[in-house]
């Protein structure tokens, strides 16, 4: 078992015995086909118009459990359903999505939404639903689908922590220079902010967010169930959520286990451990026999690539690390190894060259 502790000067207190195991098993063997998914393989790119997916073949308990939910049941992401279904298609909109990147920060003026706009989104059964912003920050706009509502509460809570915590902190880990010389998020919109649409999904511990990567050539937005909004930690949803959008922008064909294993660390770095977190990452410990690139959607699994991120941004140079393992469009263990032979100036030390 395993202790996750916070980090102390920008370092992680993580065993050196862990460490071993986490390397030993990279090391290791890929598992056979019957005992989970190639996660280096990918469908050739497809280009396309807009794509979008149905929920009906998503069962919420296959999905990514938030790691902060201490409630009696788990809250699930769907955006490794998605991010799956996205890629088996072709990746459409992909090519058009990173064309169009700017940084509406340097390149234009901001339009950004005010306390009021209503505008669609699509909905979370299909088709599109009516929104109106109800709170408004430079970087975010929190828009909740009409004919609902979110106490006044949660929603300066969220604005609090958005602007304080989960925007700095996941803008200097996974961010992208866009041209202004800063880590930020894309801006195809022009808007400077990304929506956050609070919006009737599955009902409360079902699906809690999702991040869309087949909307990435048109706007910048995430989904946030509103029967989860109210519950304690959902902020944890839109850390979580973040990051996929970022990772999503900087790499957009990341493997699943770097993808979700980034969105754990993203939600500790701003949040801290949890008895959750803990017992993905004892989950990966008490059976490192498990390749952390063999995807099966095992807590394992969601355990391993966390640890090993958290592992490489303490030894490789922190945030910088981090953003270069992003940037880097090799994917799997070819940007891991790219990253342990060429880290930033501010790592303590360069890595073997065999994963």
């Not at 509406?104 to 639903?129: F, Q, S």
């Not at 839109?238 to 969105?263: F, K, P, R, T, V």
């Not at 990452?281 to 690539?305: F, K, L, M, P």
């Amino acid at each position: 078992m395993i202790s996750l502790t916070t980090k102390n000067n920008g370092r992680f207190g993580i065993p050196t015995a862990l460490i071993l195991l986490l390397v030993f098993s990279s090391w290791g063997p890929v598992a056979s086909a019957d005992d989970g998914v190639d996660s280096e393989a990918r469908p050739e790119y497809v280009p396309r118009g807009t794509w979008t997916t149905s929920f009906d073949d998503f069962i919420p308990s296959t999905g990514k459990p938030y790691i902060l939910f201490e409630e009696d049941q788990p809250v699930y992401s769907a955006t490794g359903y998605l991010k799956q279904a996205w890629w088996a298609e072709g990746s459409p909109g992909a090519e058009e999505a990173s064309m169009r990147q700017t940084s509406g920060r340097a390149a234009k003026a901001c339009n950004r939404h005010l306390e009021g706009d209503t505008t669609t989104v699509p909905g979370y059964g299909g088709g599109t639903v009516g929104v109106t912003v109800e709170r408004a920050t430079n970087s975010v706009a929190f828009m909740v689908q009409d004919g609902l509502s979110l106490s006044s509460t949660v929603l300066s809570n969220w604005e609090s922590d958005w602007d304080n915590t989960i925007y700095p902190i996941l803008t200097t880990y996974f961010g992208k220079d866009q041209g202004n010389g800063i880590p930020e998020p894309p801006d195809v919109d022009g808007n400077c902010q990304i929506q956050v649409a609070i919006i009737s999904g599955d009902g409360a511990y079902g699906t809690g967010g999702y991040f869309n990567p087949g909307l990435a050539q048109y706007r910048e937005i995430i989904f946030v169930d509103h029967a989860d909004a109210s519950l304690s930690w959902s902020k944890v949803i839109l850390a979580h959520e973040l990051q996929h959008l970022l990772h999503n922008a900087a790499d957009s064909q990341e493997n699943l286990w770097i993808d979700e294993g980034a969105a754990d660390m993203a939600a500790y770095l701003c949040f801290g451990a949890s008895s959750t977190l803990t017992g993905h990452s004892n989950a990966w410990t008490q059976d490192s026999g498990i390749s952390v690139r063999w995807w099966n959607q095992r807590i394992a699994d969601y355990g391993g690539g966390f640890i090993f991120l958290l592992w490489m941004a303490d030894h490789l140079g922190g945030g910088p690390a981090i953003r270069q393992l992003v940037a880097n469009t090799q994917t799997g263990a070819a940007g891991i190894l790219t990253l342990a032979q060429t880290p930033p100036h501010t790592a303590g030390f360069i890595l073997g060259t065999t994963f």
